[in-house]
């Protein structure tokens, strides 16, 4: 099989995978959220109170909006990264490698989160100094171009699930889908920024780090999802030979096989006891 039809069945693959991956980010995003509330909700409604009340809900649309402008712009970038890599051929031979990698890091970067690593995985895009300026600063702008600076501002704060979101996206198939992953993953996060920044609505702490650990579940899945694709890249079209990867992979199966006549068993004698 040459090279052109390995990369085709990749394609393949990842497409049918896709909408399982954001179904998955916008429920990371939802839950996510109770995080964005107790990291940027203090932020977000500070700025707004700080800039007078508005009769218009334009200004709190315009931040949102911007804000999750920048997530689906690096998703976009984070995709164009990922594919620059596999066509220049620095990746080309070994994409499934590079799944499995990418799988792993998200893995890693979601248990940093869960507290069960002694490092959270947060990254800084741009100093704390300079995002505190750039919001005084954006007050003085006006109502809606001054609110999308501070958007825009906020969507480069540091957030370990938008890195790890954001991670995942490398391994796109396509920029566009790289970035309507980060897109999806900003939409879900949505409806409780908008509401704080609104409303300036309250969470408990521990309720906003139980819907942290859900969504950081929810990751770790999106990354063994990811690690089992490379899996199925590299036994099916990088390497004929068997070795322990195809066994990994056959264990993993039978797995799933396992799981799905469980369900299968259990969906049925639920119905049949609902039709007795």
């Not at 947060?122 to 609110?147: C, E, F, H, N, Q």
Request: net charge positive; glycine share 12%.
């Amino acid at each position: 099989m040459d090279h052109s039809t390995m990369d085709m069945g990749m394609t393949h693959v990842v497409a049918a995978a896709g909408g399982f991956d954001y179904s998955l980010a916008f429920m990371a995003g939802v839950l996510g959220s109770g995080h964005c509330l107790g990291m940027c909700g203090a932020l977000v409604s500070g700025y707004f109170m700080k800039s007078g009340a508005s009769r218009s809900y334009f200004p709190y649309f315009a931040y949102q909006l911007a804000r999750i402008f920048v997530y689906t712009m690096v998703g976009f970038a984070a995709a164009a990264l990922g594919v620059v890599l596999v066509s220049s051929g620095v990746f080309g031979k070994v994409q499934s490698i590079l799944q499995m990698f990418i799988g792993t890091v998200v893995i890693i970067l979601a248990l940093g989160i869960l507290g069960w690593l002694p490092f959270q995985g947060s990254v800084r895009l741009i100093p704390m100094d300079a995002l505190r300026k750039g919001y005084a600063a954006s007050r003085t702008k006006g109502p809606i171009p001054g609110a999308m600076i501070a958007g825009l501002l906020n969507g480069l704060m540091p957030c370990p699930l938008t890195f790890a979101m954001a991670v995942k996206a490398t391994s796109a198939a396509t920029i566009p889908e790289g970035g309507l992953l980060m897109l999806t993953f900003g939409a879900g996060t949505l409806p409780t920024m908008l509401f704080v920044s609104v409303a300036f609505g309250k969470m408990s702490a521990h309720f906003r780090g139980l819907m942290l650990k859900f969504a950081a579940l929810i990751m770790i899945v999106m990354g063994c999802n990811t690690i089992y694709m490379g899996l199925s890249f590299y036994v099916a079209e990088s390497f004929h030979q068997h070795n322990f990867i195809h066994d990994i992979k056959n264990e993993i199966d039978a797995v799933i096989v396992f799981l799905q006549q469980m369900v299968d068993y259990y969906a049925g004698m639920i119905k049949s006891i609902q039709e007795q």
